[in-house]
């Protein structure tokens, strides 16, 4: 089955760095666009980046030039480089892929960004 597992969040200083992995199986990754999302208490769900499955990428404006997206699909692998983070980067990040025709959600993983 499609499984999702986000790992690499943690506590951090503002200013400071983090690198979620999300390790994926059960379906043929390299045939689909991969795609990082966030949540924090109280608000919706926003999208962060998406990488497809040429490689192209896009981000939120709020991240563009801090975070990187990327891709191994050697490993079954999507990562999110999160350089220069800030207090309103906290949330829960989860990674996110439509194989099977349906949203497939990871557990998530928490990042706090806090002095």
């Known amino acids: 089955q499609v499984q999702l597992v986000e790992s690499g969040g943690g506590l951090v200083q503002p200013g400071g760095s983090l690198r979620l992995s999300c390790a994926a199986s059960?379906?043929?990754?390299?045939?689909?666009?991969m795609t990082w999302y966030r949540q924090d208490l109280g608000k919706e769900r926003e999208l962060v980046a998406t990488?497809?499955?040429?490689?192209?990428?896009n981000y939120a404006d709020s991240v563009k030039g801090r975070f990187t997206i990327s891709r191994d699909n050697a490993k079954n692998t999507v990562y999110l480089q999160m350089n220069s983070l800030k207090p309103e980067d906290t949330a829960v990040y989860y990674c996110?892929?439509?194989?099977?025709?349906?949203?497939?959600w990871g557990q998530g993983t928490q990042v706090t960004v806090s002095s």
């Open positions: 996110n892929c439509n194989a099977g025709g349906r949203p497939r």
């Open positions: 059960g379906f043929t990754f390299s045939r689909f666009a």
């Open positions: 990488i497809r499955t040429g490689g192209t990428t």
